[in-house]
């Protein structure tokens, strides 16, 4: 299991949205949960899920979320 968690301005607000997944739909539920439960295999809205890097503050390789319409929604930690 791994941890999505939402993009926030801050990394304090960003973890107090975590979630844990155990995979890629999961974390799409995630998301369509955040975007008020819109289906985004319907809506037309590719999800995308890329390495970002490492990342010091909580020493964990970061994976981004985004979707092709709206931009990065989220990030998944590994």
């Known amino acids: 299991m791994t941890l999505f968690r939402l993009h926030?301005?801050?990394?304090?607000?960003?973890?107090?949205t975590a979630v844990l997944v155990?995979?890629?739909?999961?974390?799409?539920?995630?998301?369509?949960?955040?975007?008020?439960?819109i289906d985004l295999s319907s809506y037309g809205q590719p999800m995308y899920i890329e390495y970002f890097g490492y990342d010091e503050r909580i020493?964990?390789?970061?994976?981004?979320?985004s979707l092709k319409y709206h931009g990065i929604i989220g990030w998944v930690e590994i």
């Open 8 to 16: 926030a301005g801050a990394l304090v607000d960003s973890l107090k």
């Open 22 to 37: 155990e995979n890629v739909t999961d974390v799409r539920e995630a998301v369509e949960k955040h975007l008020n439960e």
């Open 59 to 65: 020493q964990k390789d970061m994976y981004l979320v």
